[in-house]
Structures are given as C-alpha cells and as structure tokens.
C-alpha cells in the first residue's frame, strides 16, 4: 500500500484527520499489520522507525512531514 493511501485508512480508521505535508513520501509502499488496541500514536511512531517523518498534532488535525 503507498503511503498516501495508508494515512487515508488510519485517517478512517481512528477518525482523525491526517494530513500530509510531504509529497517525496507519499507514494513510498509499505505492508503493515495494525492490532487494533494501538492508538494512532502508537502505529505513526512505528512507522517514523522506517521512514524519517516528523508528526506533528494541531488541534483535531494530525500533520506529517
């Protein structure tokens, strides 16, 4: 799955928006196995191990660089 589309699930998934703000990311694949007791913090700190990416929470809105 890209990126891009990752963060389209995980945006459903824990009902949060999350946007993107770095386009040399978005269409990086991974395969990825989430339980579902991981809060949102828990699986973009996972993925901030593979790739570097800067999360960053404004309000509602969870923002990635």
Same mark, same amino acid.
């Given at each position: 799955?890209?990126?891009? !589309?990752?963060?389209?699930?995980?945006?459903?998934?824990?009902?949060?928006?999350?946007?993107?703000?770095?386009?040399?990311?978005?269409?990086?694949?991974?395969? #990825?196995?989430?339980?579902?007791?991981?809060?949102?913090? !828990?699986?973009? $700190? $996972?993925?901030?191990? %593979?790739?570097?990416?800067?999360? &960053?929470?404004?309000?509602? %809105? %969870? &923002? #990635?660089?």
């Amino acid at each position: 799955i890209e990126f891009s !589309e990752l963060l389209k699930k995980l945006s459903r998934t824990y009902n949060q928006p999350i946007l993107l703000m770095n386009d040399e990311i978005k269409n990086q694949r991974f395969s #990825i196995s989430i339980r579902n007791k991981q809060s949102l913090t !828990e699986v973009l $700190a $996972a993925i901030s191990k %593979t790739i570097p990416i800067n999360i &960053k929470n404004e309000n509602d %809105t %969870t &923002k #990635i660089k």
